[in-house]
């Protein structure tokens, strides 16, 4: 059966998964770009927004796993969107015509409305669903292929809690946000369910990959 993924989700020193703020001018409140300077170094961070050079290496390498067998993506209505994006019926996302997935992408929202299809085979999908519901709705989907699951934090969490994570690959930024949104409230123990690695890179950041342990 295919896996349900998180991928180079990155969080702070403590914790938070975006700051305080959200806005169309900050969609990362005040965090800023902060917790992505690390990958926007990188050759696949400069080439995801057309710029030459780059760092190889380490982070290089995590973030060429980006599409490998995934099948669909799954985000929240914070990932897709500003607060209040649903009212504006010409709101496409934050990635251009062109946008980076190539695959049918399901957006959890109270809001919904007819999918839209993008260029490059992306068709954002907006369901009102439960974490198994969007699990099964990606999974018809994937053609046999992984399930990623894109954050933001919130979603992530909710996934965590109903156990339907797989695996997870969270990198943590050497910054202190102190107020945002926090990936691992809620969860004491979770560390139990999975084989946690971990290992630095040179950037300053920390790649941490759980994989759900046998029997969990």
């Not at 703020?21 to 800023?32: D, K, N, R, V, Y």
């Not at 046999?144 to 943590?172: C, K, N, S, W, Y």
Request: charged share 20%; glycine share 14%.
């Amino acid at each position: 059966m295919s896996l349900v993924r998180v991928q180079h989700v990155t969080i702070s020193l403590d914790g938070f998964g975006t700051g305080e703020g959200q806005s169309l001018e900050a969609p990362f409140g005040h965090a800023g770009e902060r917790l992505h300077e690390w990958m926007f170094n990188t050759q696949w961070g400069r080439r995801m927004i057309g710029q030459p050079g780059g760092t190889s290496g380490i982070d290089d390498t995590f973030l060429r796993l980006f599409d490998k067998g995934i099948g669909a993506e799954i985000m929240g209505a914070n990932k897709y969107g500003y607060p209040g994006w649903y009212k504006d019926p010409a709101w496409k996302g934050w990635w251009g015509p062109n946008p980076v997935f190539h695959t049918p992408v399901f957006v959890l929202t109270h809001h919904t409305r007819a999918p839209i299809e993008m260029e490059g085979g992306t068709t954002f999908h907006f369901i009102n669903a439960s974490p198994a519901e969007a699990v099964e709705a990606a999974r018809k989907a994937a053609g046999g292929q992984d399930i990623r699951l894109g954050g933001g934090p919130t979603m992530i969490r909710e996934f965590l809690q109903a156990g339907l994570v797989d695996h997870m690959h969270i990198v943590v930024a050497p910054i202190l946000l102190g107020r945002g949104v926090r990936l691992w409230d809620g969860l004491e123990g979770m560390e139990k369910n999975f084989r946690i690695e971990s290992v630095s890179s040179p950037s300053g950041v920390t790649h941490m990959t759980f994989t759900r342990a046998p029997g969990h």
